[in-house]
């Protein structure tokens, strides 16, 4: 089965920027993505990644402010914010897939990290 890690998290000033990584372990994946989950809040889709392509996706709010990137070598995958606003402040989650899927829709993932924690100061 497989185990997703996460890191990178902390505390930065609005305006920041922080690279989140996501540790992967186990068998063959297809599909990655990037969520998060603020207090009280739904969970929402932020990036997603197809492994073999490459290809990416991006929710429409956060386009041009963060990028998804793989290291297939390290088995890897990461998540590059910049910008950062208060409203970024929330648990970020990865999750992978051994099936192809729409990398936005989270019941299609099959593993998930358990998240790492980002806040941003206003």
């Known amino acids: 089965q497989v185990e997703l890690v996460e890191s990178g998290g902390g505390l930065v000033q609005a305006g920041g920027s922080l690279r989140l990584s996501c540790a992967i372990s186990g068998f063959s994946i297809l599909t990655m993505g990037w969520f998060r989950q603020a207090p009280g809040k739904g969970r929402k889709f932020v990036a997603g990644?197809?492994?073999?392509?490459?290809?990416?996706d991006y929710a429409d709010a956060e386009e041009g402010r963060v990028t998804i990137s793989r290291d297939n070598a390290k088995k890897m995958v990461y998540l590059q914010m910049k910008s950062l606003r208060p409203e970024d402040t929330a648990v970020y989650y990865c999750a992978a897939a051994s099936t192809t899927h729409k990398v936005a829709i989270a019941s299609g993932y099959d593993y998930w990290g358990q998240g790492t924690q980002v806040a941003v100061a206003t």
């Open positions: 990644i197809n492994w073999s392509g490459g290809s990416t």
